[in-house]
Antibody
Framework: EVKLLESGGGLVQPGGSMRLSCAASGFTFTDFYMNWIRQPAGKAPEWLGFIRNKANGYTTEYNPSVKGRFTISRDNTQNMLYLQMNTLRAEDTATYYC?????????WGQGVMVTVSS | DVVMTQTPVSLSVAIGQPASISCKSSQSLVGTSGKTYLNWLLQRPGQSPKRLIYLVSKLDSGIPDRFSGSGSETDFTLKISRVEADDLGVYYCLQGTHFPLTFGSGTKLEIK
């Protein structure tokens, strides 16, 4: 069974940093591109970026809206995905999801809330 | 960025009746491979989004054939032939052809 479990969210002050983690199990982690999306309350999701699979050298792509502030990385020995977020702003407040698109559909975690506020 | 415009914003449909959602993109979604990376997702209340359809019209595993997708270039449609209670939630289109990937603003389906 595929499982994706995000952690590391909470309250952070504007200008601060936070690292989200995503623990993956139930599939061959290195075979898949891993994505981060976020969703402010009551709004549409926003794609943040992905990190490619082993066959594609684990390279990354980012949404320009977060490029330079957010970094996606993975630890393939631990089946972990990360989202390092720096210089956080109020508009980064959202629920953050990790996920991937597999051969029989997509899989997403339950999400973790990040609140940027003083 | 490619802008995805969904209509209507909401719709109320009785059980057993059809429903239709439109999604228009600000530029063609035909990729260099010739494939069109247009997806439809459903987000049920309190859940993460879940893809229903990819490549315009291909149903994901386990998705009933009451759902269908059609369209080309910049104009796409999701149809539900007979709405069931489990279909309520917010539907999003998502384009994967151009970076950054972008979502539509959503269509909320309520059961009448």
């Amino acid at each position: 069974e595929v499982k994706l479990l995000e952690s590391g969210g909470g309250l952070v002050q504007p200008g601060g940093s936070m690292r989200l983690s995503c623990a993956a199990s139930g599939f061959t982690f290195t075979d898949f591109y891993m994505n981060w999306i976020r969703q402010p309350a009551g709004k549409a999701p926003e794609w943040l970026g992905f990190i490619r699979n082993k066959a594609n050298g684990y390279t990354t792509e980012y949404n320009p809206s977060v490029k330079g502030r957010f970094t996606i990385s993975r630890d393939n020995t631990q089946n972990m995905l990360y989202l390092q977020m720096n210089t956080l702003r109020a508009e980064d407040t959202a629920t953050y999801y990790c996920g991937y698109y597999g051969p029989s559909g997509d899989y997403w975690g339950q999400g973790v809330m990040v609140t940027v506020s003083s | 960025d490619v802008v995805m415009t969904q209509t209507p914003v909401s719709l109320s449909v009785a059980i057993g009746q059809p429903a239709s959602i439109s999604c228009k993109s600000s530029q063609s979604l035909v990729g260099t491979s010739g494939k069109t990376y247009l997806n439809w997702l459903l987000q049920r209340p309190g859940q993460s989004p879940k893809r229903l359809i990819y490549l315009v019209s291909k149903l994901d595993s386990g998705i009933p054939d009451r759902f269908s997708g059609s369209g080309s270039e910049t104009d796409f449609t999701l149809k539900i032939s007979r709405v069931e209670a489990d279909d309520l939630g917010v539907y999003y289109c998502l384009q994967g052809t151009h970076f950054p990937l972008t979502f539509g603003s959503g269509t909320k389906l309520e059961i009448k």
